[in-house]
Nanobody
Framework: QVQLVESGGGLAQSGGSLRLSCVAS??????????MGWYRQTPGSDRELVAS???????TYTNSVKGRFTISRDNAKRTISLQMDRLEPEDTAVYYC???????????????WGRGTQVTVSS
């Protein structure tokens, strides 16, 4: 039942910055948000985890973005963000928001994905 909507993608120069945001629908009364994260995918490649974050704020990053990207979340606003600094052309991809959730009607475990937002970094 939870829907994820990403925003903030666009064009950036190498060395520049972008900030992605993802908002989850619903409220704490009808759904719960657990680990959330950002994945990215380029044409012909597998979708890869970029960063994830627990409800308490503990982050995990893939090696290629360590020191450049920062993931954060606001549980009250039901959002996560990805601050991307010192962007490189290799960061070009569609970025997807992901969440582990429990939602109505029976609060069963459900994984959900956003539709994605394009990030393009030029050299």
């Amino acid at each position: 039942q939870v829907q994820l909507v990403e925003s903030g993608g666009g064009l950036a120069q190498s060395g520049g910055s972008l900030r992605l945001s993802c908002v989850a629908s619903g409220t704490s009364s009808n759904s719960r948000l657990y680990v959330m994260g950002w994945y990215r995918q380029t044409p012909g490649s597998d979708r890869e985890l970029v960063a994830s974050i627990t409800p308490s704020g503990s982050p995990t990053y893939t090696n290629s973005v360590k020191g450049r990207f920062t993931i954060s979340r606001d549980n009250a606003k039901r959002t996560i963000s990805l601050q991307m600094d010192r962007l490189e052309p290799e960061d070009t991809a569609v970025y997807y928001c992901h969440a582990e959730t429990q939602s109505e009607p029976y609060f069963q475990y459900v994984e959900t994905w956003g539709r994605g937002t394009q990030v393009t970094v030029s050299s």
